[in-house]
């Protein structure tokens, strides 16, 4: 296990440098439209300034191509500022004079939030001199940011590599929930996969082959899927590279005895007819689009006998109403079901806050790719260059 910050001693008058994820939605007057992200940071600040360090906090927004004012993290400085019990200020850059000065001027157990790490190019290019400098600023690193931790970048990977170093409470929760997952799940362990291309999803139907007891597969994805088994899907989108590696999967799952259940009914749009109509084979030019309603109950029965579920990936394309139905339901079925559940993956939390679900959940992931690729590989560049923690 890693380091955390409770075995950090004598913070006090400490700079620790305190990495998080702060890549929160914001609208054009940079309104904050989700602070999931921020609100789930706070334990770890709260826990540090009452220790009496001085925070200075980096984070990312975005994929800003240089300086660019809607990716400032200014509005979030605003926001820390009325939920934190301390002063809050903001750096507009994040090397320089100003923001020396504004650390200099840091009092025990205040916070400071730095501008936007992705206005520098050599952020992403995991530039060593310019994480050197930003290290030269602080006494400590922390990382807590998860959803980042699969880039190898200066102030995640290359600030963990240069100074001593421990992880976040928010860090630390993802990695002890994910590890619960991979090592110790509940049986029957069911996965629900879904989601549009097959190729992002391989390594993590390779990885849950050997560990889950059923897959249930959905989404445009599933087409691929049922191709493989020589199935008609009329005109539905199908992945025509991966043909074999679909077939590979349902063969590796034969083998070892587990279940890959796919869609046996289908809500789809006939030719340029706008209304959907629901059928069990897709022939001639149908073109499927969301699960039906004899696969919610086929699927539903899976969900029911599971003690462990974990979900990533929408079963139909959910953005249009029309097509919501069959992601919807068995969002709500996995939020009934009395198994221990969890969902990853940043398209599939929108899902189920979209759906009002995310309570009934008993752990939803912050990460996006970082989630799935921590699930397939089972460890994280930026985790790794974190101490051990000492027994
Ligand atoms: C995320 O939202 O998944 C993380 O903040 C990482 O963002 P990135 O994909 O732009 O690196």
């Not at 990312?60 to 009325?82: A, F, M, N, T």
């Not at 009934?336 to 009002?356: P, R």
Request: glycine letters at 10%; charged letters at 30%.
């Amino acid at each position: 296990m890693k380091r955390t910050i409770r075995e950090l001693v004598n913070l006090k008058g400490k700079v620790v440098l305190l990495r998080v994820d702060f890549n929160v939605p914001l609208d054009e007057g940079g309104k904050i439209l989700d602070a999931t992200r921020i609100k789930n940071e706070l334990p770890t600040i709260r826990y540090l300034i009452s220790k009496g360090a001085k925070v200075v906090i980096l984070s990312h927004l975005g994929r800003p191509d240089g300086y660019d004012v809607r990716k400032s993290l200014w509005p979030i400085s605003i926001y820390l500022s009325r939920v934190l019990p301390c002063s809050v200020s903001f750096s507009s850059t994040v090397l320089g004079e100003e923001t020396r000065e504004r650390i200099k001027m840091l009092k025990d157990g205040n916070v400071l939030l730095l501008e936007n790490v992705r206005f520098y190019k050599q952020e992403e290019e995991c530039d060593m001199k310019f994480a050197r400098e930003i290290a030269s600023m602080g006494d400590i690193f922390v990382n807590d940011a998860f959803g980042t931790a699969h880039r190898k970048h200066a102030t995640t990977y290359g600030l963990g590599r240069l100074m001593p170093n421990a992880i976040g409470f928010l860090m630390e929760k993802e990695l002890n929930n994910l590890n619960k997952i991979l090592e110790e799940p509940k049986r029957p362990f069911v996965v629900v996969l879904g989601g549009a291309k097959v190729e992002t999803k391989i390594k993590i139907l390779e990885r849950f082959v050997e560990k889950a007891d059923t897959i249930l597969i959905g989404g445009a994805m599933a087409y691929t899927f049922l191709k493989a088994l020589g199935r008609d899907v009329g005109l539905s989108k199908v992945q025509d590279d991966y043909l074999e590696v679909a077939q590979n999967i349902l063969e590796k799952a034969k083998e070892l005895g587990k279940k890959i259940l796919l869609p046996i009914d289908h809500v789809c749009l006939k030719g340029r007819d706008p209304h959907p109509v629901e059928v069990t084979t897709l022939k001639g030019d149908l073109v499927g689009y969301d699960i039906g309603s004899r696969t919610i109950r086929y699927f539903a029965r899976e969900l029911d006998k599971a003690g462990e579920i974990f979900w990533n990936g929408p079963l139909g394309m959910y953005e249009n109403a029309n097509f919501r139905i069959g992601t919807r339901s068995i969002a709500e079925i996995i939020a009934e079901s009395k198994a221990h559940k969890s969902a990853g993956g940043g398209d599939t939390i929108a899902m189920i806050n979209l759906f009002n679900l995310g309570k009934k959940f008993d752990y939803l992931s912050t990460g996006g790719g970082a989630t799935l690729e921590y699930l397939e590989e089972g460890s994280l560049p930026a985790i790794e260059v974190i101490q051990e923690k000492i027994y």
